[in-house]
C-alpha cells in the first residue's frame, strides 16, 4: 500500500428506508463529527423548505443524462420518475485530500458504490418497526396513502439488503442512534488511523 492511499480519507455511507430518519442522523452527525457531506444530484423538483446546494444538487434531465453518458456519476438510480444519484468528481477530489466524506443515499446507490470503493464504510439504519415506518412517513404529511404504501414495499426489498452492510443502527431514539453512528466513525478513523502509522513507522 502506497503512502498516498493510506492518507487518503474515508467513505462512509448512510442509507435504508425512506423514513428511517437517516437525513435527521446525518444532520446531527455534521455538528460533531469532522465529515464533509457529498450534496447529491437530483432530477425531482425542489420542495418548500430545501435548499439548491444544500439538500440536493437540483439538475434538469437533460443534465443528468449528460453526466451519466460522460461517466461523471459515482451511482445513480431513478425512483418515483426522478433521478437521483452521487457526481463523482467531488467526492473524488475530498477523499485524495485526506477529508472524511459522508454520503446519505438509497440503498441501491450504497451498493453500488461498495462495489467502486470496497473500502467504503456503510451504515444502515433500520426503523424499529414496520408499523413505526408507517406513522413517521404519515407523520411528514408529503405523500398519499398509495405513494406511503409503495414506500413500505421499497422498505422490505432494501431491508434485505441490510445483512450486506458494514453496519446496522435502529433508529428507535434518535439521541442514541447518532451516538451509535458517531461510534463507529471515530472508531472507524482511529483504527485507519493506526493502520497509516504502522506503515509509515514502517517505510
Known amino acids: 500500500m502506497s503512502d498516498s492511499k493510506s492518507k487518503k480519507g474515508i467513505l462512509f455511507v448512510i442509507s435504508g ?6 437525513g435527521t442522523v446525518c444532520e446531527e452527525l455534521l455538528k460533531t463529527e469532522e465529515l464533509f457531506l457529498s450534496v447529491s444530484a437530483t432530477t ?4 418548500k423548505g430545501e435548499t439548491d446546494g444544500v439538500t440536493y444538487n437540483y439538475l434538469y434531465r437533460e443534465e443528468f443524462e449528460a453526466l451519466i453518458d460522460a461517466g461523471e456519476m459515482l451511482e445513480y438510480a431513478v425512483y418515483n ?3 437521483y444519484g452521487t ?15 459522508l454520503l446519505e443515499i438509497e440503498p441501491q446507490g450504497a451498493l453500488n458504490i461498495k462495489g467502486q470503493f470496497p473500502e467504503a464504510v456503510l451504515i444502515f439504519i433500520l426503523p424499529p418497526s414496520m408499523a413505526e415506518l408507517r406513522e413517521r412517513l404519515r407523520g411528514r404529511g408529503r405523500e398519499n396513502e398509495e405513494q406511503i404504501e409503495e414506500r413500505l414495499r421499497a422498505a422490505h426489498w ?6 450486506k452492510y458494514s453496519y446496522l443502527v435502529i433508529n428507535d431514539a434518535l ?3 447518532v451516538s451509535e453512528v458517531a461510534g463507529i466513525i471515530r472508531g472507524v478513523t482511529e483504527k485507519r488511523g493506526l493502520i497509516h502509522k504502522l506503515l509509515t513507522e514502517q517505510n
Open 87 to 101: 457526481p463523482k468528481r467531488n467526492v473524488e477530489k475530498m477523499l485524495d485530500a485526506g477529508k472524511n466524506v
Open 44 to 47: 425531482r423538483e425542489k420542495r
Open 175 to 177: 439521541d442514541e442512534c
Open 81 to 83: 420518475g426522478n433521478y
Open 17 to 22: 428506508p425512506s423514513g428511517t430518519g437517516k
Open 158 to 163: 432494501e431491508i434485505e439488503q441490510a445483512p
